[in-house]
């Protein structure tokens, strides 16, 4: 059965760092563009950054652009997302998803993880 898992979440202040992780099963990662989303109460999901199979293209929404780095480690199953600079709009669900290209990724993904929380206060 295909699954993402998120952890790394938790309760930071501003300014602090947070390193969010996505662990895939049932599926060959490697295959796959995979991305991050968040979504802050009574608010849409948005886009936080995306990065591609093969070449590792990273995409990144102007509101983290410079401040977070999406990695991946395909040998590990694995999707990081590592947080610095940390603002209070940052404040979400974090989930982590797989697209079949980047453009499926953007739009529909293929598979969603079920969601991490990021909390930061002043």
């Known amino acids: 059965q295909a699954q993402l898992v998120e952890s790394g979440g938790g309760s930071v202040q501003v300014g602090d760092s947070l390193r969010l992780t996505c662990t895939a099963s049932?599926?060959?990662?490697?295959?796959?563009?995979l991305g991050w989303f968040r979504q802050a109460p009574g608010q849409e999901r948005e886009f936080v950054a995306a990065?591609?199979?093969?070449?590792?293209?990273?995409d990144y929404a102007a509101p983290v652009k410079g401040r977070f780095i999406i990695s991946r480690d395909d040998t590990k199953n694995s999707l990081y997302l590592q947080m610095n600079t940390l603002k209070t709009e940052d404040a979400a669900v974090y989930y982590c998803?797989?697209?079949?290209?980047?453009?499926?990724?953007?739009?529909?993904?293929?598979?969603w993880g079920q969601g991490t929380r990021v909390s930061v206060s002043s």
């Open positions: 998803a797989a697209g079949t290209n980047s453009r499926r990724l953007r739009t529909a993904p293929n598979l």
């Open positions: 049932g599926i060959a990662v490697e295959n796959y563009a």
């Open positions: 990065i591609s199979a093969g070449l590792e293209i990273a």
